[in-house]
Protein backbone atom coordinates (compact mmCIF):
# COMPACT_ATOMS: atom_id res chain seq x y z
CA UNK A 1 0.00 0.00 0.00
CA UNK A 2 1.45 3.24 -0.94
CA UNK A 3 1.94 6.04 1.97
CA UNK A 4 -0.62 8.13 -0.06
CA UNK A 5 -3.52 5.45 -0.11
CA UNK A 6 -2.48 4.46 3.78
CA UNK A 7 -3.44 8.62 4.33
CA UNK A 8 -6.40 8.61 2.45
CA UNK A 9 -7.77 5.65 4.34
CA UNK A 10 -6.98 7.63 7.58
CA UNK A 11 -8.43 10.27 6.21
CA UNK A 12 -11.60 8.23 5.19
CA UNK A 13 -11.48 6.61 9.21
CA UNK A 14 -11.37 10.31 10.91
CA UNK A 15 -14.70 11.69 9.02
CA UNK A 16 -16.63 8.83 8.74
CA UNK A 17 -20.11 9.56 11.03
CA UNK A 18 -19.07 13.45 12.07
CA UNK A 19 -21.92 15.12 12.31
CA UNK A 20 -21.84 17.89 15.06
CA UNK A 21 -19.69 21.00 14.98
CA UNK A 22 -17.71 19.76 17.79
CA UNK A 23 -17.55 16.73 15.82
CA UNK A 24 -16.14 18.55 12.60
CA UNK A 25 -13.42 20.28 14.87
CA UNK A 26 -12.32 17.24 16.42
CA UNK A 27 -11.91 15.64 12.98
CA UNK A 28 -10.48 18.53 11.56
CA UNK A 29 -7.68 18.66 14.31
CA UNK A 30 -7.17 15.31 13.74
CA UNK A 31 -6.77 15.35 10.32
CA UNK A 32 -4.19 18.26 10.79
CA UNK A 33 -2.29 15.85 12.99
CA UNK A 34 -2.69 12.83 10.33
CA UNK A 35 -1.38 15.33 7.87
CA UNK A 36 1.32 16.78 9.82
CA UNK A 37 2.46 13.22 10.49
CA UNK A 38 1.80 12.09 6.83
CA UNK A 39 4.02 15.46 6.19
CA UNK A 40 7.31 14.17 8.47
CA UNK A 41 7.22 10.84 7.18
CA UNK A 42 7.68 11.83 3.43
CA UNK A 43 10.55 14.06 4.30
CA UNK A 44 12.50 12.40 6.43
CA UNK A 45 11.66 9.66 3.37
CA UNK A 46 13.04 12.01 0.81
CA UNK A 47 15.81 12.96 3.13
CA UNK A 48 17.26 9.41 3.24
CA UNK A 49 16.91 8.86 -0.30
CA UNK A 50 18.96 11.78 -0.81
CA UNK A 51 21.38 11.02 2.13
CA UNK A 52 21.57 7.59 -0.27
CA UNK A 53 21.95 8.91 -3.35
CA UNK A 54 25.26 11.34 -2.53
CA UNK A 55 27.52 7.98 -1.40
CA UNK A 56 29.50 7.26 0.78
CA UNK A 57 33.38 6.64 1.32
CA UNK A 58 32.97 3.14 0.46
CA UNK A 59 31.12 3.28 -2.92
CA UNK A 60 32.25 7.27 -4.17
CA UNK A 61 36.05 6.71 -3.28
CA UNK A 62 36.94 3.34 -2.61
CA UNK A 63 37.47 3.30 0.90
CA UNK A 64 38.50 0.07 1.65
CA UNK A 65 35.60 -2.01 3.50
CA UNK A 66 38.72 -4.73 4.53
CA UNK A 67 42.16 -4.05 4.26
CA UNK A 68 44.73 -6.48 5.73
CA UNK A 69 47.60 -4.04 6.36
CA UNK A 70 49.72 -6.30 9.05
CA UNK A 71 49.82 -9.25 6.78
CA UNK A 72 47.94 -11.02 9.36
CA UNK A 73 45.30 -12.17 7.05
CA UNK A 74 46.47 -15.67 4.67
CA UNK A 75 43.89 -15.70 2.83
CA UNK A 76 42.12 -11.97 2.35
CA UNK A 77 44.15 -8.76 1.31
CA UNK A 78 41.56 -6.46 0.30
CA UNK A 79 37.26 -5.16 -0.19
CA UNK A 80 36.71 -2.62 -1.88
CA UNK A 81 33.72 -1.07 -4.18
CA UNK A 82 35.18 -0.03 -7.29
CA UNK A 83 33.83 3.19 -9.65
CA UNK A 84 31.58 0.89 -11.79
CA UNK A 85 29.90 -0.67 -8.52
CA UNK A 86 31.55 -3.76 -8.48
CA UNK A 87 33.12 -5.34 -5.05
CA UNK A 88 36.74 -6.07 -5.42
CA UNK A 89 37.90 -8.67 -3.49
CA UNK A 90 42.02 -9.49 -3.62
CA UNK A 91 42.66 -13.19 -2.09
CA UNK A 92 46.23 -14.23 -1.41
CA UNK A 93 46.71 -16.85 -3.74
CA UNK A 94 50.01 -18.27 -3.15
CA UNK A 95 51.92 -15.01 -3.81
CA UNK A 96 49.60 -14.80 -6.55
CA UNK A 97 47.18 -11.79 -6.33
CA UNK A 98 43.91 -12.73 -8.42
CA UNK A 99 41.12 -9.91 -7.70
CA UNK A 100 37.46 -11.09 -7.64
CA UNK A 101 34.81 -9.00 -8.97
CA UNK A 102 31.39 -9.08 -7.75
CA UNK A 103 28.37 -7.06 -8.94
CA UNK A 104 26.91 -5.35 -6.52
CA UNK A 105 23.14 -3.34 -6.98
CA UNK A 106 23.53 -1.49 -3.37
CA UNK A 107 26.27 0.18 -1.42
CA UNK A 108 26.59 -2.10 1.58
CA UNK A 109 27.33 0.22 4.05
CA UNK A 110 25.15 3.56 3.02
CA UNK A 111 22.35 1.50 0.54
CA UNK A 112 23.32 3.85 -2.46
CA UNK A 113 21.88 1.86 -5.87
CA UNK A 114 24.88 0.95 -7.88
CA UNK A 115 23.20 -0.75 -10.90
CA UNK A 116 23.83 1.06 -14.01
CA UNK A 117 27.00 2.48 -12.63
CA UNK A 118 29.26 3.17 -15.70
CA UNK A 119 30.65 7.02 -15.08
CA UNK A 120 32.42 6.39 -12.15
ZN1 LIG B 1 28.05 3.90 0.04
Same mark, same amino acid.
Given at each position: ??????????????????????? $??????????????????????????????????? =?????????????????????? $????????????? =???????? $???????????????????
Amino acid at each position: MTSYRYFNRWNQKIFKGVKTLSE $IEKAIKDFTKALNAFNTVCVKALQKKQEREKGCGY =CKTNKSLYFDKQGNNPNLKEVY $IEGDGNLSVTPYL =CDVTETIQ $IKLNFCPMCGRDLRGENDG
